[in-house]
């Protein structure tokens, strides 16, 4: 489970992140990201309604959750990540999520090492 510091929560952080944020789309999920001003990084998970009901949409979290606990990714220092899953993500297996997550993480360099498997 991430430390409460390591979680994008005030709406002001979310706002800030759309307006000086970067996207990344994927085909299973979107990735706003940007540098703050912190000496660790913080996620943020946002899930509308048009995804799902209740059900998907929780489960979705707790797919990006485990994703990040147990992928033990090391982020480039200092950096906001905001996941929105995508339509269709609640179909697909957690290792291709997994596997999607990382990839996506080292083509756009917000990555400075993956774990050793």
């Known amino acids: 489970m991430a ?5 994008l ?3 002001a952080n979310f ?8 996207w990344v789309r994927t085909e299973y999920f979107k990735i706003l990201h940007r540098p703050n001003e912190l000496p660790h ?6 899930v509308g309604r048009r995804f799902g009901n209740a059900v998907k949409r929780n489960r979705a979290k707790r ?7 147990h992928g033990r990714i090391d982020l480039t220092k200092n950096t906001d990540l905001v996941f929105f899953p995508r ?18 993480l080292v083509k756009h360099g917000l990555v400075q090492k993956l774990p050793v498997e």
């Open 3 to 7: 430390r409460h510091r390591h979680i």
């Open 9 to 11: 929560r005030n709406r």
């Open 15 to 22: 706002q800030r992140m759309f307006d000086e944020g970067s």
């Open 41 to 46: 990084n913080r996620i943020g998970i946002m």
């Open 63 to 69: 797919v990006f959750r485990e994703v990040t606990r």
């Open 87 to 104: 339509r269709g993500m609640e179909k697909v297996p957690y290792h291709v999520i997994n596997q999607a997550w990382q990839s996506t």
